[in-house]
């Protein structure tokens, strides 16, 4: 019901765009996020959004560099990055959350398949 897409191969200081669209049902009175996982690394929150899009949240790591937005009317929730890094490298997951804290993968009712991006320095 959710599928990302939109990774791939860039070189640090590149920019990419991650799609995450919904299908079967309407997650617009939803929140969500996207989380990312690096080889040998837990699931980590990366970005989240309020079913309304009037608020989010970024782990620090990425803040200022990547933005979390969604388009209701498509059913379908972005990932702009920018400045890339190495330590981005990771596959990226989107998910939806009726209620719960953000932060927390656990708290997320839906995900989708994960997308891979690598950036090579």
């Known amino acids: 019901q959710l599928q990302a897409c939109g990774g791939g191969l860039v070189q640090a200081g590149g920019s990419l765009r991650l799609s995450c669209a919904a299908s079967?049902?309407?997650?617009?009175?939803?929140?969500m996020g996207w989380f990312r996982q690096a080889p040998g690394k837990e699931r980590e929150f990366v970005a989240g959004?309020?079913?309304?899009?009037?608020?989010?949240a970024y782990v620090d790591s990425v803040r200022g560099r990547f933005t979390i937005s969604r388009e209701k009317s498509k059913n379908t929730m972005y990932l702009q990055m920018n400045s890339l890094k190495p330590e981005d490298t990771a596959v990226y997951y989107c998910a939806a959350l009726k209620g719960g804290p953000w932060r927390d993968y656990e708290a997320y009712d839906y995900w989708g398949h994960g997308t891979l991006v690598t950036v090579s320095s």
């Open positions: 959004i309020t079913w309304s899009g009037g608020s989010t």
């Open positions: 079967g049902r309407s997650f617009n009175r939803y929140g």
